[in-house]
């Protein structure tokens, strides 16, 4: 998929506090069936290919946000700042986002690397750890043997 234009998220949606990025209907598949579509809750990797900047977000549906047309997203501030694009970019500029599944590995790079730091802490600690168990384990295995 390819955004041409960026509009505002609702005040009253959560895009502000859950990162997800509002797509128009016609992208969304809420029963999981048709593979060509996203499905409601799905990250997704959005990528500016002018700077080579992207984000991670979860996918939803929505024809209520004013200005949401088929090649648009609603995305909150944080995600256009970390795209390098603004509000004020007009239908017949030439912005192109590309929008796609995110793999296993992008969702991890997104949150290793992630700008507020509880989310970036949390995971790097949740990683140490598991490595950490799975030396002990190793060990504890060694020292049965």
Known sequence: MIVKKI???ARDNAEFASGIVRLHNSWIDASKRNRDKFHRREAVLITNP??????VRMAMG?????GLSRNAAA????????LGVGYNVYEGTALHLLVKRATPLDVFRHFWNHPDIGYRTAHQIAVVS??????????GMVALF
Do not use: E, F, H
Not at 62 to 66: F, Q
């Open 7 to 9: 509009v505002k998220p």
């Open 50 to 55: 002018d700077n080579g900047q992207s984000i």
């Open 62 to 66: 929505s024809n209520a946000t004013p």
């Open 75 to 82: 995305l909150d501030y944080d995600a256009v700042d970390a």
């Open 130 to 139: 598991l490595a950490m168990g799975l030396i002990g384990l190793g060990l």
